[in-house]
């Protein structure tokens, strides 16, 4: 690190297009400018939230390949570097490689492949062996991670600057949650959610953030619309990196849960003050002018962001009861079944249109413990999580997702039949791609052992402590 940067310094540099060559350069530019000497083994971890026919679903949900590109011949050329390894894990249940494959990161790998100058991998986090890693934090005690995160010499982080359903941003920090196979990223993604994500620093405390901000996804974080702010940011402070990515989107730090319970936890900086800013733009002034490229702050900024608003904006019969989730109390829960909630419609939407939303069934969601009775009018009544409870009445069924917490495809699963919309699940052509990625993950897997290795540590921990 040069000596007039210290660890909350954030170098940005405007860069308009995805143009390998200049992000390249620009990468190469900021590993300088901070000193970054990785040796050995890196881990390159992008964020892949979902990708999946991206002319329907779209292409923002997730790190450009072009960006994953660059960062990789960039590494590659420093003299330390060994090797380098990509790895990931999507959202709960859906196979990682299908992710990479809809969103060309196995092609864009031959094409790094081609120019690195030293061994370049890609492998899916959810499929191969892992270390277990002491955390002693809030929500884990420790925590299972890909072998070859917890065994890479130096870590850097390659985050999308979104907007986030229920965490206002993601970005560095939040990218954390990727890091977490199936098994363990349900555990207290609840209310718990922020402190969870905040516990994960200590295995996933990045050496060097590279963060896309070049297009910002607007909306749900699955299914974001894209706005242009022609930015690359670059550091090695993960919440340093958050802390500017929300300013640019027009949130103070506290306004972002997870940043805010960081910061109460003692993680620094505590606000944008506490940030050197260099490169392009140098001041808050420049931040704030730049920031300006992505208003209004309409309502594509906050889509999906609540579930009653966007039923509305489609004329939907459908109807949503959201309550506190434990009696004695009026906090509902921000973090839980309600984010599946809303990338589950939000998914619907994608794929039959806002159209077919007008003529749903009158069907009923309830989250969380509803006070008032529900009339259900003779339609179907979906409970959504182990808390949900209500006094429903004249319901023609009442169907209990009994999981903390229900997911996206749970729901997908369990009930995206049943509510009168075309469903991703009975498209023949994805059922095709979705068998053929679980078969080819599942024969991985046993190749890899990973089938063998969590049947062990079940029946050395789970089992015993059961017992």
Not at 60 to 88: F, H, N, Q
Not at 125 to 145: P, T, W
Not at 431 to 437: E, T
Request: hydrophobic share 40%; net charge positive; charged share 25%.
């Amino acid at each position: 690190m040069t000596p007039e940067f210290n660890q909350n310094t954030v170098f940005i540099k405007r860069c308009e297009e995805y143009d390998r060559r200049q992000m390249e350069q620009i990468i190469a530019e900021g590993m300088v400018r901070f000193g970054f000497h990785p040796q050995g083994k890196v881990l390159v971890k992008p964020n892949v939230v979902f990708a999946y026919q991206t002319d329907r679903f779209g292409n923002m949900a997730y790190t450009p390949p072009a960006v994953v590109g660059a960062s990789l011949i960039a590494l590659s050329k420093l003299s330390g570097v060994k090797r380098i390894d990509v790895g990931e894990n999507c959202a709960v249940g859906f196979p990682t490689r299908l992710c990479y494959q809809s969103a060309g990161y196995y092609d864009e790998i031959k094409l790094a492949r081609n120019q690195a100058g030293c061994p370049v991998g890609i492998f899916c986090m959810d499929e191969e062996l892992r270390d277990s890693v002491f955390i002693g934090g809030k929500v884990h005690d420790n925590l299972r991670v890909a072998r070859k995160m917890a065994r890479a010499d130096a870590k850097v982080y390659l985050p999308k600057l979104k907007c986030h359903c229920v965490s206002k941003m993601t970005g560095a920090v939040k990218l954390n949650i990727g890091i977490c196979s199936d098994d363990e990223r349900s555990i207290r993604h609840d209310f718990m959610l922020n402190e969870k994500i905040v516990d994960l620093l200590s295995v996933g405390y990045p050496d060097f953030i590279i963060m896309d901000a070049i297009d910002v996804g607007m909306g749900n974080e699955a299914f974001p619309t894209s706005r242009k702010l022609g930015l690359m940011i670059m550091g090695t402070n993960p919440l340093a990196v958050d802390i500017v990515g929300s300013r640019l989107l027009g949130l103070d730090a506290r306004d972002v849960p997870y940043l805010k319970a960081a910061m109460d936890r003692g993680y620094t900086p505590i606000g944008i003050d506490g940030i050197v800013l260099d490169g392009d733009l140098k001041t808050i002034a420049e931040i704030d002018e730049q920031a300006k490229r992505l208003m209004p702050y309409d309502d594509e900024f906050y889509r999906w962001q609540d579930v009653e608003k966007e039923l509305k904006r489609m004329n939907s019969p459908m109807r949503f009861y959201w309550g506190p989730y434990r009696h004695s109390q009026t906090d509902k829960c921000l973090t839980g079944c309600v984010m599946g909630l809303k990338m589950f419609l939000g998914a619907m939407e994608k794929f039959a249109g806002v159209p077919a939303f007008a003529t749903a069934k009158p069907v009923s969601f309830v989250i969380g413990r509803y006070a008032e009775p529900i009339d259900a009018k003779g339609q179907e009544v979906f409970l959504l999580g182990s808390c949900a409870k209500a006094d429903v009445r004249n319901a023609k069924k009442i169907t209990h997702l009994d999981k903390c917490f229900t997911t996206a495809g749970d729901m997908n699963l369990s009930i995206g039949h049943k509510l009168g919309i075309p469903a991703v699940t009975r498209d023949p052509k994805f059922l095709k791609d979705l068998i053929s990625a679980l078969f080819k993950a599942s024969a991985r897997k046993i190749v890899s052992l990973r089938y063998f290795q969590d049947i062990g540590h079940f029946l050395t921990k789970g089992l015993i402590r059961r017992i």
